[in-house]
Nanobody, 124 residues
Framework: QVQLVESGGGLVQAGDSLRLSCAASGGTFSSYAMGWFRQAPGKEREFVAGISSNGGATSYADSVKGRFTISRTNAKNTLYLQMNSLKPEDTAVYSC?????????????????WGQGTQVTVSS
């Protein structure tokens, strides 16, 4: 029911920063825990970061902890991922999703197919 559109990706050099956005429409955004996932070519999709419905709690994959920051602005129905100190291994398509719960690190059961996401490419 909720529609999500990612943006903000691009081509950057190692050490640079990017901020991704996920615009939501439909549903009740403020009631959902949200998360970012990424998938590199030939690899499985993996959890990157999550945030509780009110933004009071966050969770990060070990690979990005200390470098990435997830946030949200419920009044604007928008989720963000600030990515600093980017590394080539961060190269992937980044997608957002409604989480079943923050601790689950999994999309909600009602979540449909993954969209196009936004491409992040980090050169060495």
């Amino acid at each position: 029911q909720v529609q999500l559109v990612e943006s903000g990706g691009g081509l950057v050099q190692a050490g640079d920063s990017l901020r991704l956005s996920c615009a939501a429409s439909g549903g009740t955004f403020s009631s959902y825990a949200m998360g970012w996932f990424r998938q590199a070519p030939g690899k499985e999709r993996e959890f990157v970061a999550g945030i509780s419905s009110n933004g009071g709690a966050t969770s990060y994959a070990d690979s990005v902890k200390g470098r990435f920051t997830i946030s949200r602005t419920n009044a604007k129905n928008t989720l963000y991922l600030q990515m600093n100190s980017l590394k080539p291994e961060d190269t992937a398509v980044y997608s957002c999703a409604v989480l079943y719960s923050l601790s689950s690190r999994r999309p909600a059961g009602s979540f449909g197919s993954w969209g196009q996401g936004t491409q992040v490419t980090v050169s060495s």
